[in-house]
């Protein structure tokens, strides 16, 4: 014969914190270093075919990266990025879905 274990419930006590930190679950937070911003636009010429004339591997990587991270089509991954340099104050373009 099985002992069932019961589960411990939780009562919540303090409503007002209870609701903060359900809303603080969504909050996204995200920044990208100085060493990032400066190194966004390509300060070397590789002469590669296909190799991006503007943007930095680092730009390009990045890009790669939140929109594999989040499911993003090109064209979110541009708007994400643009509108996170936006609330930075950072006055950077953002390589397009076709770089």
């Known amino acids: ?6 589960k411990s419930k939780y009562r919540v006590s303090n409503w007002s914190e209870y609701d903060a930190s359900l809303r603080q679950r969504g909050s996204l937070t995200f920044w990208l270093n100085q060493e990032v911003i400066e190194q966004w ?8 075919k ?6 930095s591997n680092v730009a390009i990587e990045l890009m790669a990266t939140l929109q594999s991270l989040f499911g993003l089509a090109g064209r979110q991954t541009e708007g994400f990025v643009a509108s996170i340099l936006a609330l ?11 770089t």
């Open 41 to 48: 636009l390509n300060q070397e010429k590789t002469g590669r």
């Open 88 to 98: 930075m104050g950072v006055d950077l373009l953002v390589p397009d879905h076709s």
């Open 1 to 6: 014969m099985s002992k069932s274990k019961s």
């Open 50 to 55: 296909g190799a991006s004339n503007t943007y």
